[in-house]
């Protein structure tokens, strides 16, 4: 079979390989993106919880147990 009669592929094919690099190109700008509005929004939350577990300590009502245990139960 003589190579220089192999035609370039058409279709699906033929427009990944024209186009692919652009395609991935733009598919990595928006996954990075995408990983910093979830980064960003993973930190408030935490930010959030922190807050929450921290009023507590400033005399506000704590979210803890409404029971409080005797440690002198568990000490030998």
Aim: aromatic letters at 12%.
């Amino acid at each position: 079979m003589d190579p220089t009669t192999v035609a370039a592929p058409t279709g699906l094919v033929g427009w990944i390989m024209a186009n692919g690099q652009i395609v991935a190109f733009i598919g990595q700008l928006l996954f990075w993106l995408v990983m910093a509005v979830a980064s960003i929004w993973a930190a408030a939350v935490f930010h959030r919880y922190v807050n929450f577990m921290m009023r507590g300590a400033k005399g506000e009502q704590a979210p803890v147990a409404e029971k409080a245990v005797s440690v002198e139960e568990f000490v030998d």
